[in-house]
């Protein structure tokens, strides 16, 4: 999923490379920042040969997923680097939900798990620093340069271009709030089980914003924006349960197994500071909070 597979598969030979710089978790400043035999060994060898084997099976077991989710959790302490690289933010806490049987709620666990993760994803814009991201992105896209459209898109986003004044009209902040709102919402309309309609209204409006995502952004994160939101759309609308959307029903049952409600809450608390970032502080400057993505 790293993307990188041309040859020569450089990232592939950094990753299998002992004595390579590493980036340990920011909670264990202690270890060192080079890797060893043992990482090569668990996040290549390993997880290869188990995610390779589990996909070759007929049928996915519990104990399968505990090895991988194992490897991941070492990745995610000892090479966190390479951990946020392959995607773990998401696969690991998907992974850790597969580790307990479907009537025990694995299906709910990735549910909310990806409801809550796509929820930051959109509330992490919602500052006043998204809408020159969001500007910058759409005006520089394909579609966006030397088209008849161009030229108003760029009239209407900034106060005064032909002068040279870049400033950003009001338009441009409504513009990537508006943005930042759809992309908070589709996942807010997936927990309504209960309504059809809405389930698809929600699953609709998080695919649309992350095709723009990609469309837009210069950035190499469309394997991420396009797999991911597939499998959400996919677990939220193919449910093994009666109805689409987050199967709220078994909730209750599921956090009474106190295995997996000691393994996915505090794992949701981390992935919401990961995702968000977001912390409030006071300009003494200016006399004014605001928020930093």
């Known amino acids: 999923?790293?993307?990188?597979?041309?040859?020569?598969?450089?990232?592939?030979?950094?990753?299998?490379?002992?004595?390579?710089?590493?980036?340990?978790?920011?909670?264990?400043?202690?270890?060192?920042?080079?890797?060893?035999?043992?990482?090569?060994?668990?996040?290549?060898?390993?997880?290869?040969?188990?995610?390779?084997?589990?996909?070759?099976?007929?049928?996915?077991?519990?104990?399968?997923?505990?090895?991988?989710?194992?490897?991941?959790?070492?990745?995610?302490?000892?090479?966190?680097?390479?951990?946020?690289?392959?995607?773990?933010?998401?696969?690991?806490?998907?992974?850790?939900?597969?580790?307990?049987?479907?009537?025990?709620?694995?299906?709910?666990?990735?549910?909310?798990?990806?409801?809550?993760?796509?929820?930051?994803?959109?509330?992490?814009?919602?500052?006043?620093?998204?809408?020159y991201l969001n500007v910058a992105n759409l005006m520089t896209a394909k579609f966006m340069v030397n088209t008849p459209w161009a030229g108003l898109y760029r009239r209407l986003m900034y106060k005064d271009r032909d002068n040279g004044d870049y400033n950003l009209t009001c338009l441009a902040g409504v513009f990537s709030m508006a943005c930042a709102m759809l992309e908070t919402l589709g996942p807010l309309l997936c927990l309504f089980s209960g309504r059809h309609d809405l389930v698809l209204a929600g699953i609709f409006v998080f695919m649309c914003m992350h095709i723009y995502i990609i469309a837009t952004l210069i950035v190499d994160v469309f394997t991420w924006n396009l797999l991911m939101r597939s499998i959400t759309a996919s677990c939220l609308e193919f449910s093994a349960q009666d109805s689409t959307g987050v199967c709220l029903d078994v909730c209750t049952h599921y956090l009474q197994h106190s295995w997996e409600r000691t393994l996915c809450m505090p794992s949701m608390a981390i992935l919401f500071q990961a995702t968000c970032h977001t912390s409030w502080r006071i300009d003494t400057r200016q006399g004014t909070s605001s928020r930093e993505c």
Not at 28 to 50: A, K
Not at 54 to 68: E, S
Not at 76 to 101: E, I, K, N, R, W
Request: net charge neutral; hydrophobic share 45%.
């Open 1 to 131: 999923m790293h993307g990188k597979v041309a040859p020569p598969f450089t990232d592939w030979w950094y990753r299998l490379t002992p004595g390579t710089m590493k980036y340990c978790a920011p909670f264990m400043p202690c270890l060192g920042n080079t890797r060893n035999l043992l990482d090569v060994l668990v996040e290549g060898v390993l997880t290869y040969i188990i995610a390779f084997y589990i996909l070759f099976q007929p049928q996915v077991t519990c104990k399968m997923m505990m090895l991988l989710f194992a490897c991941s959790v070492y990745e995610f302490l000892f090479d966190y680097g390479q951990h946020l690289s392959t995607y773990g933010t998401q696969l690991m806490y998907v992974f850790a939900c597969m580790c307990v049987p479907v009537e025990q709620g694995q299906l709910v666990g990735i549910q909310l798990f990806l409801t809550w993760f796509y929820f930051c994803s959109g509330w992490c814009k919602i500052g006043p620093w998204f809408k």
